[in-house]
């Protein structure tokens, strides 16, 4: 089944402690974002990505950081997590020209 | 600045009253507009994408147009399960996309 997998679902944590939120996708995509989505702000995008080793800030990204070595994975590191940073967060792929992003089922990220 | 701007926050209809929701945008050099459905706890799902002015997509009873500086998704018929947040993105010419806040749909029966 082609779809984008993300891990872990939720995620408790405490300020400072550093953390990944893995991506994995099967289909191949060339273009492979991540977002958080807050109430009130709707979806803002923190990286993207339009192939391996080529990744590009979005609107919002203070505080992470990304890497892209293999195509199909496109990990969300918070070196040192604030309480601001709770949030629900996506990753997202597609192919590049094709429009239409399959996003992931979602984390959600609480740091106290 | 390149934004998207939904209208309305949020829409309640009967079962059977077709409606539309709105997305206005101002982007330099668009490259595509995208409309997504989301359920609650979960991922936005694709619907459609659209590329120029005049275009029009359907799906089911949902049917998405695109003007110059604004695209339309026209519900006709709805049922509940049609209830869902509906989110527009724009792609710009620098692949940034940028999403909107969405429309809260919300179809009693």
């Known amino acids: 089944e082609a779809q984008v997998t993300q891990n872990p679902r939720y995620l408790i944590t405490v300020t400072g402690k550093k953390l990944t939120v893995t991506c994995s996708q099967n289909m191949n995509h060339e273009y492979m974002s991540w977002y958080r989505q807050d109430p009130g702000l709707g979806l803002r995008q923190i990286y993207y990505?339009?192939?391996?080793?080529?990744?590009d800030k979005g609107d919002v990204p203070e505080g992470y950081k990304v890497s892209r070595k293999e195509k199909r994975n496109f990990p969300l590191i918070l070196e040192s997590p604030s309480p601001n940073q709770t949030s629900l967060y996506f990753c997202?792929?597609?192919?590049?020209?094709?429009?239409?992003?399959?996003f992931g089922s979602g984390t959600r990220l609480t740091v106290v | 600045e390149d934004q998207v701007t939904q209208s309305p926050e949020a829409l309640r209809l009967q079962e059977g009253e077709s409606s539309s929701l709105n997305c206005s945008y101002t982007?330099?050099?668009?490259?595509?507009l995208f409309w997504y459905r989301q359920d609650p706890g979960k991922g936005p799902e694709f619907l459609f994408t659209?590329?120029?002015a005049g275009e029009e997509k359907e799906k089911e009873r949902l049917k998405a147009t695109l003007t110059k500086k604004e695209s339309f998704l026209h519900i006709t018929a709805p049922k509940p399960e049609d209830s869902a947040t509906y989110l527009c993105?724009?792609?710009?010419?620098?692949?940034?996309?940028?999403f909107g806040k969405g429309t809260r749909l919300h179809i009693l029966p």
């Open positions: 990505s339009m192939n391996v080793e080529v990744t």
């Open positions: 982007v330099s050099g668009l490259r595509g």
């Open positions: 993105a724009v792609q710009a010419g620098d692949d940034k996309i940028i």
């Open positions: 659209l590329y120029s």
């Open positions: 997202a792929s597609s192919l590049i020209g094709e429009g239409g992003y399959t």
